[in-house]
């Protein structure tokens, strides 16, 4: 590119490309012109990037921190709800846009002779550099780093990728979630929770991809629920994992090592399925990552999750637990390990294509004991708002964790509110003498339990 009047005439798409990459996560100015100029075939010049980044702050479509990246002060750039805004408010223009360089394409092709075929074939084998991708020629869309034909369609980006440059943009976006939150911030041995899921899955895979730039080791830890054929095969998928890439894998028995399944737990004690699975699961989890000398343990809880957990957190009124609802839980009195969830701004779906396309071994059965509640209900009606308004899952999320949360917790989070429990010593309730742990421990083996403990 050559020419201030063709950089004139780029200034516009640069921006919206600026503006939709930045609605992945924020990122830094050199960064932002890496992959634009990896769209459009060529370099930007030097500084230019800078200049529509000081015009989109100073509408403000754009804010921005200081941070560091191997020790250098670096300035990150991340999109405002007036910014997204402005991004949706364009999708016709822009699909206008589309209809009239296609046509003006046709054109100059036509009348161009050897220098416009020279051209067309230059970004032809740019193109080329890329490896495969399912979606035939002649289907619509491209990939946003290559060019080629898309595999996957991001709704909420606005973007589509190749089956070669999908799975290396969701290892980025998982890597800047976890770097804005500061998850592994002077870790060196993560434990990851696999249940053999999709989620799970990808999260040890993307975590083991990145182990290098982080430094730290992986080890898999799978618990095994004791629900039938479906622990079976969820430990089965997390074994063939911990082969494939060659990772320490441990598989706890929560029978062998605290005397009771899942399933007589549910039956003991008197609360939904899926609440009494996750207090345990949480407790033996930690457990574990402490015997692997962890000093991280990441969870695979996705966006939709946590959309749903925050919205059933406004439907009961529940302060207390939207204030405990974090991306991170710091080690510290109460906690052995740090809890970092690098999953809660991907979305479901998202997870799902990057376990498809990189061919990942997951345990597809749904556990027989999941409720069939409103928070199936509530689950679905974020996923039709979603449809037709892509981003309001992540928009909901993000303005949660980063504005709500901390508010709540500074109201409802106090050192003096956490007890310790009298039989195993972790933290509970204030007040109560036991855990919830404990407390469902014992009436799962029928050594009862003191009046009050539970709750």
């Known amino acids: 590119m050559r020419g201030g009047r063709r950089y004139r005439l780029l200034r516009g798409i640069v921006s919206l490309l600026v503006l939709r990459y930045l609605a992945e996560g924020e990122e830094c100015g050199y960064g932002l012109r890496r992959r634009i100029s990896g769209v459009l075939g060529e370099a930007l010049p030097p500084g230019y990037i800078y200049v529509i980044l000081k015009s989109l702050r100073g509408r403000g479509l754009l804010d921005a921190r200081e941070g560091s990246r191997n020790g250098r002060r670096v300035v990150y750039y991340r999109i405002t709800d007036s910014g997204m805004d402005f991004l949706l408010r364009h999708r016709g223009a822009v699909e206008a846009g589309r209809r009239a360089i296609e046509e003006l394409t046709r054109f100059l092709e036509g009348r161009g002779g050897e220098s416009a075929r020279g051209d067309r074939d230059r970004h032809q084998t740019y193109w080329r550099r890329g490896a495969r991708c399912a979606v035939p020629a002649g289907s619509p869309g491209r990939c946003a780093i290559c060019g080629r034909p898309a595999a996957v369609r991001v709704p909420y980006a606005n973007a589509s990728f190749c089956e070669e440059h999908y799975p290396q943009w969701l290892e980025r976006r998982i890597r800047r979630v976890a770097d804005r939150y500061g998850m592994f911030d002077g870790v060196r041995r993560v434990a990851v929770a696999v249940s053999g899921g999709k989620d799970s899955v990808s999260l040890l895979h993307a975590l083991a991809g990145l182990r290098g730039d982080y430094g730290f080791e992986v080890v898999g830890i799978h618990l095994d629920l004791g629900i039938g054929e479906y622990s079976r095969a969820s430990a089965e998928a997390a074994r063939r994992n911990f082969e494939m890439l060659g990772v320490e894998g441990r598989i706890v028995d929560l029978r062998a090592r605290y005397g009771f399944s899942v399933p007589e737990a549910v039956r003991a004690v008197r609360r939904p399925a899926c609440s009494t699975c996750g207090v345990v699961k949480r407790y033996a989890l930690e457990e574990a990552a402490e015997?692997?000398?962890?000093?991280?343990?990441?969870?695979?809880?996705?966006?939709?999750?946590?959309?749903?957990?925050?919205?059933?957190?406004?439907?009961?009124?529940?302060?207390?637990?939207?204030?405990?609802?974090?991306?991170?839980?710091?080690?510290?009195?109460?906690?052995?390990?740090?809890?970092?969830?690098?999953?809660?701004?991907?979305?479901?779906?998202?997870?799902?294509?990057?376990?498809?396309?990189?061919?990942?071994?997951?345990?597809?059965?749904?556990?027989?004991?999941?409720?069939?509640?409103?928070?199936?209900?509530?689950?679905?009606?974020?996923?039709?708002?979603?449809?037709?308004?892509?981003?309001?899952?992540?928009?909901?999320?993000?303005?949660?964790?980063?504005?709500?949360?901390?508010?709540?917790?500074?109201?409802?989070?106090?050192?003096?509110?956490?007890?310790?429990?009298?039989?195993?010593?972790?933290?509970?309730?204030?007040?109560?003498?036991i855990c919830s742990f404990c407390a469902i421990r014992a009436r799962a083996l029928g050594t009862g339990v003191a009046p009050g403990a539970t709750g």
Do not use: W
């Not at 996705?302 to 637990?321: P, T």
């Not at 939207?322 to 991306?327: I, K, Q, T």
């Open 291 to 433: 015997d692997a000398g962890a000093d991280a343990l990441a969870t695979g809880h996705n966006l939709d999750d946590v959309a749903q957990f925050v919205m059933m957190g406004y439907q009961s009124g529940d302060l207390e637990g939207l204030a405990r609802l974090r991306p991170v839980i710091p080690a510290g009195r109460h906690y052995g390990v740090r809890s970092v969830k690098p999953l809660f701004l991907i979305y479901e779906r998202d997870l799902a294509e990057y376990a498809r396309i990189r061919g990942l071994p997951v345990a597809g059965a749904e556990c027989p004991l999941r409720d069939r509640t409103s928070q199936g209900f509530i689950r679905r009606k974020l996923l039709e708002i979603e449809e037709g308004m892509p981003g309001f899952m992540l928009r909901l999320v993000q303005e949660f964790a980063d504005g709500v949360q901390p508010a709540l917790a500074e109201r409802y989070l106090r050192e003096e509110d956490v007890g310790t429990c009298r039989i195993c010593g972790r933290p509970t309730s204030k007040g109560r003498e």
